[in-house]
């Protein structure tokens, strides 16, 4: 595996799939998988329902926007390392394959 940049040998970064294969690893010896994927999935129906008390709160003229913040950054926390981390990197991906396309 080629760490640096995630560079692959058709000259595409891929840093998504080096994290994947990195955070795999690290879970898996640590047996820390499944506790981690519980995390995760408790963090987006953090993230789910905190839009959806957040927009019915709106509409009701109740609107509280420090208790919608608290509860998003608590779930993107808990979905970091599983959806937000590979979310990110993917669209990182695209940019500097984008860049590199352009210039090379």
Known sequence: MN???GATSANQVDLAKSWSTVWTD???A???SKFSSLLAIVGVLLVV????????QRRTG???HQHVLWTLVVGGVLVLPDVLIPALLAIADVIINAIINILG
């Open 30 to 32: 640590t047996g820390f």
């Open 62 to 64: 109740q609107s509280q």
């Open 3 to 5: 760490l640096i940049a």
């Open 26 to 28: 690290v879970s898996g």
């Open 49 to 56: 329902f905190s839009i959806g008390r957040y927009l019915w």
